[in-house]
């Protein structure tokens, strides 16, 4: 029997949780989750929230940061909309119960990472996306209009005659459901498994861009991805996150003879932003032979346990003392830029289809997201589409039914494992670019992409892994496909064979639709 409500929801993360809150008083809300409820990127934010709501600091210099991170491709709407709305949000999650950071007087305790010029990171030491995620779940679980469906994994959108109705499941069991809804938010999070080396959690593998581009959704901005520069790299230990707050509350970058080595790439030295030090990094690496590390053994050894409790857990199991030694790092992919294109409350190319949080593309970002702008994001967009969700409702039964597919597992297929699909985006879609690289990349990936798409067309089933695997195959293909477009080096988009900026050419944000002729440029959000 299919799943029937108000508003369907895929995703637990920042953004579905607050547009939850917004639409549980005007209807029923249904929660689709893959995995546990608080399983996501969300839960693995660190550093914190970015807002002007400390002394000396406005919106105006918050978005003066986010616009010059942003490499010239943000839409000035788009970050207007987040660095004014971002404060009263941030106080409604306060109001709500979220505990930050505080100093001896009770003020909150604001820190400063790389490319912002005031200190405005509200932070919960250093796991301030479990405590915000803490917060909204508290907020939501109460209300009686709101269903959590867990380990339900989306795997495609619903759409008739045009407008989107709803999206089919995988239940734990393996057999496939369906929940249908008058309106549907896309918010997945990101897609940091299509590369061997991330940050991201196992379930970050990009669905939402692969279920909304399969629908007939445009994507933009998908060479945006970006590698943070500093992952605990530690052969067998995971590429666990070191927060740009380290460096914030000043940890220094050493390479192997020991010299702090930044200003030689960038004057702002340890907090330029991300991308400009992930490549730093490696090039140091490269010009030294040798491994570049994080120090902290300069600063206080208690404040920086207490400071970074979770941080200082995980170099712990790895052998190492945060506090005193030097920490090897290195880049790994951990956020999607681009994603699937929206205008500012969320709706998508696709009536009745809205997304939010890193799954989607306002703009916000440009080239290069600002550090800690991507909680604020969630909790902004999600908000604004959880309104905008709540005017557009709209009975999802006046389109044509689609026609049903008949299976068909005559023809054989096999799709590449998910190890090599990471391996040749690591490879050749990562940091360093070029055109040699990317064509190897997508002379694999299109055809593997082609007999995908035409295996999903005759509706033969597939299992949790080979949906994980379509996602995966599909968002790869996406992103090689948009970094071989674009003939330019900005933000977390490095050409090595074009390794300059062109303004002239390429000012100018690229979209791509599957009905839609190809790829087309815009200028704007508008969509």
């Given at each position: 029997?299919?799943?029937?409500?108000?508003?369907?929801?895929?995703?637990?993360?920042?953004?579905?949780?607050?547009?939850?809150?917004?639409?549980?008083?005007?209807?029923?809300?249904?929660?689709?989750?893959?995995?546990?409820?608080?399983?996501?990127?969300?839960?693995?934010a660190q550093g914190g929230i970015a807002a002007a709501v400390g002394p000396g600091d406005s919106p105006a210099l918050h978005a003066a940061d986010t616009i010059a991170a942003g490499a010239g491709l943000c839409d000035e709407q788009a970050v207007t909309v987040l660095v004014e709305d971002g404060p009263r949000y941030v106080h409604e999650l306060i109001e709500w119960g979220a505990v930050f950071d505080r100093d001896p007087e009770g003020n909150l305790a604001l820190a400063l990472e790389a490319a912002h010029g005031a200190r405005r990171v509200l932070h919960a030491a250093d796991a301030?996306?479990?405590?915000?995620?803490?917060?909204?779940?508290?907020?939501?679980?109460?209300?009686?209009?709101?269903?959590?469906?867990?380990?339900?994994?989306?795997?495609?959108?619903?759409?008739?005659?045009?407008?989107?109705?709803?999206?089919?499941?995988?239940?734990?069991?393996?057999?496939?459901?369906?929940?249908?809804?008058?309106?549907?938010?896309?918010?997945?999070?990101?897609?940091?498994?299509?590369?061997?080396?991330?940050?991201?959690?196992?379930?970050?593998?990009?669905?939402?861009?692969?279920?909304?581009?399969?629908?007939?959704?445009?994507?933009?901005?998908?060479?945006?991805?970006?590698?943070?520069?500093?992952?605990?790299?530690?052969?067998?230990?995971?590429?666990?996150?070191?927060?740009?707050?380290?460096?914030?509350?000043?940890?220094?970058?050493?390479?192997?003879?020991?010299?702090?080595?930044?200003?030689?790439?960038?004057?702002?030295?340890?907090?330029?932003?991300?991308?400009?030090?992930?490549?730093?990094?490696?090039r140091e690496s490269a010009r030294t032979a040798g491994k570049v590390t994080l120090s902290l053994e300069h600063l206080d050894h208690?404040?920086?346990?207490?400071?970074?409790?979770?941080?200082?857990?995980?170099?712990?199991?790895a052998g190492l003392d945060l506090a005193r030694d030097r920490i090897p790092v290195g880049p790994a992919a951990h956020y999607m830029m681009g994603g699937v294109q929206t205008d500012l409350d969320g709706r998508t190319t696709v009536a009745g289809l809205f997304a939010a949080g890193e799954v989607a593309c306002t703009g916000v970002h440009g080239a290069n997201r600002l550090a800690s702008n991507s909680l604020l994001e969630g909790l902004v967009f999600g908000a604004r589409a959880g309104l905008a969700m709540a005017q557009s409702r709209q009975a999802s039964g006046s389109g044509e039914p689609e026609e049903a597919r008949s299976p068909n597992a005559s023809t054989p297929w096999s799709l590449p494992t998910d190890t090599s699909i990471q391996s040749l985006m690591w490879r050749h879609v990562g940091f360093f670019r070029d055109r040699q690289g990317l064509e190897t990349a997508l002379a694999e990936l299109e055809p593997a992409s082609r007999a995908l798409e035409g295996r999903l067309q005759t509706g033969e089933p597939l299992n949790a892994s080979q949906w994980r695997t379509a996602s995966l195959l599909t968002t790869a293909r996406l992103i090689a496909r948009a970094a071989l477009r674009r003939e330019e080096s900005r933000g977390g988009h490095y050409r090595s064979d074009f390794p300059k900026r062109d303004d002239i050419l390429w000012k100018r944000r690229e979209s791509e639709g599957l009905h839609t002729g190809g790829s087309f440029s815009a200028r704007n959000g508008s969509i």
């Open positions: 029997m299919d799943l029937r409500q108000d508003f369907l929801i895929i995703g637990s993360g920042i953004a579905g949780l607050r547009a939850a809150a917004e639409l549980a008083p005007v209807g029923r809300v249904l929660i689709l989750t893959k995995a546990e409820p608080r399983e996501g990127n969300t839960g693995y301030t996306g479990r405590e915000i995620s803490r917060t909204l779940w508290a907020r939501v679980a109460g209300l009686s209009s709101v269903t959590a469906h867990d380990h339900a994994r989306a795997v495609d959108l619903i759409v008739e005659g045009g407008r989107c109705v709803g999206a089919r499941f995988l239940r734990e069991d393996g057999t496939l459901g369906s929940a249908r809804a008058d309106v549907v938010l896309l918010a997945t999070g990101g897609a940091g498994q299509v590369y061997s080396d991330t940050t991201n959690p196992l379930v970050a593998t990009g669905d939402g861009v692969a279920m909304a581009y399969r629908a007939g959704a445009r994507v933009a901005d998908l060479e945006f991805f970006q590698f943070h520069p500093t992952a605990l790299d530690v052969p067998g230990q995971p590429r666990f996150l070191l927060s740009e707050a380290l460096r914030g509350e000043g940890a220094r970058l050493l390479n192997s003879y020991g010299e702090a080595f930044m200003t030689r790439y960038d004057p702002a030295g340890d907090l330029a932003p991300r991308d400009r030090v992930a490549r730093a990094i490696v208690d404040f920086v346990r207490t400071r970074f409790p979770r941080i200082a857990a995980a170099c712990q199991l």
